[in-house]
């Protein structure tokens, strides 16, 4: 048999290990790893390389429909795709899933507009929302928060509780945003009375108090509910241990990292004010903190890594004072590249990296076994990585509309060097071929050309 793309020679990553292998691909999947060599139409010399799942990055905004000023599809996925990211699931606060004719409406308007492939969150919302008719069209999870902000509503405990039950009846899973509006609001009433607009409002307006509390009443809730979800960002060691307590005792329940909490620091804030402006904000305070954060990770406590890649550009992150300018920060560029160090630095093993940015978050949100793993019946979703290239992360290399990155001047060891999605290249030494090939996935991962 004549296969389509053969890649050749290189270390095929799993998270239960590497070996040099030959991946075979037809029509898109793949239908051989190992040591045969078939004959193919294209092939891809990977000696020297390594091999990895395409990663599955599940916390993402491309604010598109919405404001494409900073970000929309076209350029989110280019990006994502240079980085090794070849399928993400996508929920715009600007214009919120709420039904199934908003889920049809931006399926619609996304055809054409995507490099990698993507699933659609819904947003829950305290009074109503129609969790099984939009669970049976196909969203991916429902995005909760427990505060008020990015102008979505926020649920008490008991608009918690009430959302839970009803995902529990259906199955469905819930990404939890977990600050407690009362406390959030009270320290933001404080602030602004004594007239504060320093960058140094941000973590005593969003404070450790606040995380903790909206954490460990969400992760009771899942167990006692019996429903299933995943707590978004977990910023520092003590949110996951009452995440794992609930989790031993039956919990359901993920758990989010994203580098932003790995990286940096909670002083940085006073420097550079809006540009750390993301929630919740940095924990970290030393090099102990960081390593006990990717300790979690390997060990699964953190059972997974995402961006919650929020982009604005340093230009609107400069418009206004701090209260009033957008959250977040920019993130696919970036987060491979930072996982690859991270093994460079012996925080990490690649294996890791295929179990937490590919496999574990295909698993959580249905997408698996058609996305997240190397295997006969997958896509053939392949990211060749160069290990030893050392290399510069840097504001002028972010294909991001943002246009910047919070990790700028950072040395990395370890290079995404090509990436396939279906068989296709779709990014090559870090520029998309931008071919528009990405497909929406509903539940299951049955993609939807």
């Given at each position: 048999m004549t296969v389509d793309l053969l890649v050749s020679g290189g270390f095929v990553v799993t998270p239960n290990g590497r070996r040099r292998a030959n991946v075979a691909v037809v029509d898109g999947r793949i239908v051989h790893v190992g040591d045969d060599r078939p004959a193919a139409r294209q092939e891809v010399d990977a000696s020297g390389l390594l091999v990895l799942p395409g990663g599955v990055d599940t916390h993402v905004h491309l604010m598109d429909p919405g404001s494409t000023d900073r970000e929309d599809f076209?350029?989110?996925?280019?990006?994502?795709?240079?980085?090794?990211?070849?399928?993400?699931?996508?929920?715009?606060?600007?214009?919120?899933?709420?039904?199934?004719?908003?889920?049809?409406?931006?399926?619609?308007?996304?055809?054409?507009?995507?490099?990698?492939?993507?699933?659609?969150?819904?947003?829950?919302?305290?009074?109503?929302?129609?969790?099984?008719?939009?669970?049976?069209?196909?969203?991916?999870?429902?995005?909760?928060?427990?505060?008020?902000?990015?102008?979505?509503?926020?649920?008490?405990?008991?608009a918690l509780r009430h959302h839970l039950a009803s995902t529990a009846m259906v199955d469905a899973v819930s990404l939890v945003h977990c600050e407690d509006d009362s406390i959030t609001a009270d320290a933001e009433r404080l602030l602004r009375r004594s007239g504060r607009t320093d960058g140094s409002v941000v973590p005593e307006w969003r404070d450790r108090d606040a995380e903790v509390v909206a954490a460990a009443v969400t992760a009771i809730l899942v167990r006692r509910s019996g429903a299933r979800a995943v707590v978004a960002h977990v910023s520092h060691p003590e949110v996951a241990d009452y995440i794992q307590r609930e989790r031993a005792a039956g919990a359901r329940l993920g758990a989010e990292a994203c580098p932003q909490y790995f990286l940096l620091r909670e002083h940085e804030v006073h420097e550079h004010g809006a540009l750390r402006k993301f929630t919740p904000p940095a924990r970290a305070r030393t090099d102990a903190d960081e390593?006990?954060?990717?300790?979690?990770?390997?060990?699964?406590?953190?059972?997974?890594?995402?961006?919650?890649?929020?982009?604005?550009?340093?230009?609107?992150?400069?418009?206004?004072?701090?209260?009033?300018?957008?959250?977040?920060?920019?993130?696919?560029?970036?987060?491979?590249?930072?996982?690859?160090?991270?093994?460079?630095?012996?925080?990490?093993?690649?294996?890791?990296?295929?179990?937490?940015?590919?496999?574990?978050?295909?698993?959580?949100?249905?997408?698996?076994?058609?996305?997240?793993?190397?295997?006969?019946?997958?896509?053939?979703?392949?990211?060749?990585?160069?290990?030893?290239?050392?290399?510069?992360?840097?504001?002028?290399?972010?294909?991001?509309?943002?246009?910047?990155?919070?990790?700028?001047?950072?040395?990395?060891?370890?290079?995404?060097?090509?990436?396939?999605?279906?068989?296709?290249?779709?990014?090559?030494?870090?520029?998309?071929?931008?071919?528009?090939?990405?497909?929406?996935?509903?539940?299951n991962a049955q993609a939807s050309p």
């Open positions: 076209p350029t989110g996925t280019g990006a994502a795709a240079s980085a090794g990211v070849t399928t993400i699931i996508e929920h715009s606060h600007g214009q919120p899933v709420r039904t199934v004719d908003d889920l049809r409406d931006k399926q619609a308007y996304l055809s054409g507009r995507a490099n990698v492939d993507f699933g659609l969150a819904a947003h829950a919302w305290p009074s109503a929302t129609d969790v099984a008719a939009l669970w049976q069209a196909g969203v991916a999870f429902f995005k909760v928060f427990t505060c008020d902000t990015h102008g979505i509503p926020g649920h008490d405990a008991a390593a006990e954060l990717w300790r979690l990770l390997r060990s699964g406590t953190l059972t997974h890594m995402s961006t919650d890649h929020a982009p604005s550009t340093l230009e609107q992150k400069a418009a206004g004072d701090i209260w009033n300018v957008h959250f977040g920060l920019p993130g696919l560029d970036s987060t491979m590249p930072v996982l690859l160090d991270a093994c460079a630095r012996g925080h990490l093993a690649v294996e890791d990296v295929a179990r937490v940015y590919a496999e574990v978050p295909a698993r959580l949100y249905g997408l698996w076994p058609r996305k997240g793993r190397i295997g006969p019946g997958a896509d053939a979703d392949l990211v060749l990585v160069d290990p030893g290239h050392t290399w510069t992360l840097s504001n002028d290399a972010v294909l991001s509309k943002a246009g910047w990155t919070p990790f700028d001047g950072r040395r990395i060891i370890g290079r995404v060097v090509r990436t396939f999605l279906r068989g296709r290249l779709v990014a090559q030494e870090g520029k998309p071929t931008d071919g528009r090939d990405g497909a929406f996935l509903g539940r």
